[in-house]
């Protein structure tokens, strides 16, 4: 919930547990000991958000390849990919371009409509108060794109197919596309590339390059490498997030 995945614009925290309004309904999830709990939450919702299905033992075995790896399992154990909503994971990963968490994060609740969901209709609507700058025109083109059907059907595409079919819309790069294919779509091979994982790749394996790290993963990390990626964000943070 507060590691750069959709929940952590999408949520809100209130001491231990996080809240938002879902389908005009709002639902809160927490954690007490190994127990999770909710209100308002289905099983079946809470199995897909959280990905319960996911065999962390498994994973752990394939990403934990090397004592760095190791170690960042260790730091973050039970720490889950989870399953978003394609159209507000877009929408959320478009105000992140050159941006930072505290201001993704107030754009896109200012984004959420009445019933606490991001409005796919957002072509059509005022934006200036969301002081998106050229996000904007993204967010817009996009939306149209999305309500005149462009998502159908693309969870049936392999990863490369539907990667390449996400850079088409506006706004939409490697790195963007990479956390929809990751973060909403399901496919666990996606490794998006920022900032934080091209210094995690630097530091602790001595690799530059957009190829030569996406190729080091596919090795290193497959069918895995968005578990990987995810492990090495949280760690590179902790261990330098005061370095610019």
Known sequence: MESGQPPEFLWIKNKNKYTRLLNGREVTLWQEGEEIKSKRLSHNYLKEFLRLDDNLREIYEVIGSDMKMKKAIK???????????????????ICSINSNIPRIKKNVQCLLG???????????????????????????????LITGGFFEGIEKLGYYEAREKLIKLPGVGPKVADCILLFSLGKLEAFPVDVWIARAMKRYFKIEGDKKVRAFARKEWHPYEGYAQQYLYMKVRRDFGKVR
Do not use: H, M
Request: aromatic share 14%; charged share 35%.
């Open 75 to 93: 730091e973050f154990e039970g720490l889950r990919i989870t399953r978003n909503d394609p159209w507000e994971t877009t929408a959320s990963f």
């Open 114 to 144: 009445k019933d606490g969901n991001i409005p796919l209709e957002l072509y059509s609507q005022d934006l200036s108060y969301v002081k998106l700058g050229f996000r904007e025109r993204y967010i817009r083109e996009t939306s149209r």
